[in-house]
Structure formats: C-alpha cells, structure tokens
C-alpha cells in the first residue's frame, strides 16, 4: 500500500511528508500512496461565523464510501479506538486524546477531494484547481481554526487505511492530534483510467 502527504494546517502550518508502507508478509505487490503532511498556506481566515453544529447522537452517514457497509460508523469507532490510547508517532509521544464526531461539513470536503484524484487521475493534497485542504474546508461551509488532511490510494477498506496511516509518522500525528474536534472520510472507487481502485481522503478539524 502507498501513503503520501498528509496536509495540517494549523492556522499557520504545516509539514510536506512522504512515506511509503510496504504491504504485508508474504510477497511482492505494489505499494499504495499515503498521505501525509503539508504547510499549506494559511486558509482565509473564516470570518466570524456559526461554528459547525456537532454530529448528531444517530449513526453518521458518508458521502462517498465506496460501497463499503457501517462506512462512517466504522471511520469513527476506529478513530476513536485508536486516539483512546497513548500513542507515539516517530519519536513523539501523544496522550490519549478526546473522541471525534463525524462532520458532514467536511465529508463533503474530503469527497471533493477523492472525487477530484479519481477524475484527474492524480494522488496529492492539492486539489486540480489548486485548493488546499484549508480552502476545500471553508468552501464547505466549516469555519475552522486547525485543518488536517490524511489521503491515501490503493486500500481496499477502512481498516487498511487506517492501518497504513498510523504507521506513518505524519498520518499518525494528525489522528493524535488532541485540538481536533471532527473528522470525516471519503473514499472513491478510481476506474479503469486510475492508477489505483479506492481513493481516500480523511479530513480532522476544529471549528
């Protein structure tokens, strides 16, 4: 599987990664683009709006999930399991951070990405019209004050997504990070133009 950039913009910055992850014991196969993270350049800052309402109590429901059953619900228990335990990512050491809800302001952020990366047939943080994750955000209607994207390409559920992410340093930090307060996941089957099957774009913010 490969992993790329994983974009965070906390306000200000962010870091540009790139990180390979092999693929299981056994065998040959190609790899899978991961995500990681970017300085994008600081997005508008939002003007004084209503922060996004939290997630309702019921079950979230995804945009683009690839067809994939219990899709949100099952981005958020693994989120939420994985951010429920200290972690260390590289050589830094997180504390347990506070569960997320689903946004559904930035589902339609992360699936314009995905949808983009499938249409375009490219793998990066930066949007064909060239959009940061920040932009994608705000476009969407969420005032934010920390923006992070996680993408990845070639993963076939959200267990192998996010597997792949909290292996790499970047990706990990962003679903450690404990200021964020909402997060979303899309996923896009590519075709037969696309270099991969599944697209996926993770987007982590705080209003």
Avoid at 109 to 120: E, G, I, L, P
């Amino acid at each position: 599987m490969n992993l790329r950039h994983t974009a965070t913009a906390t306000s200000v910055l962010a870091t540009l990664l790139l990180a390979s992850c092999g693929g299981g014991g056994g065998g040959g196969g190609g790899g899978v683009p991961l995500g990681l993270g970017v300085p994008a350049a600081p997005a508008p800052a939002p003007a004084p709006a209503t922060a996004p309402a939290p997630a309702p109590a019921s079950a979230p429901t995804a945009l683009e999930s690839c067809g994939l059953p219990d899709f949100a619900q099952d981005t958020i228990t693994r989120v939420n399991q994985f951010r429920s335990e200290a972690r260390t990512c590289g050589t830094t050491q997180f504390p347990a951070a506070a569960p997320l809800s689903w946004n559904t302001r930035l589902d339609t952020a992360a699936a314009r990405q995905s949808n983009d990366m499938v249409a375009k047939n490219f793998f990066d943080h930066t949007g064909s019209d060239g959009s940061t994750v920040g932009v994608r955000v705000t476009d969407a209607g969420y005032a934010w004050s920390g923006v992070a994207e996680n993408i990845a390409a070639g993963q076939t559920s959200v267990a192998s997504a996010m597997n792949s992410w909290q292996l790499s340093e970047g990706h990990c930090r962003n679903l450690m990070g404990a200021s964020y307060k909402h997060v979303a996941l899309a996923c896009v089957r590519g075709t037969s133009a696309n270099a991969y099957p599944f697209y996926w774009t993770m987007v982590l913010a705080t209003p």
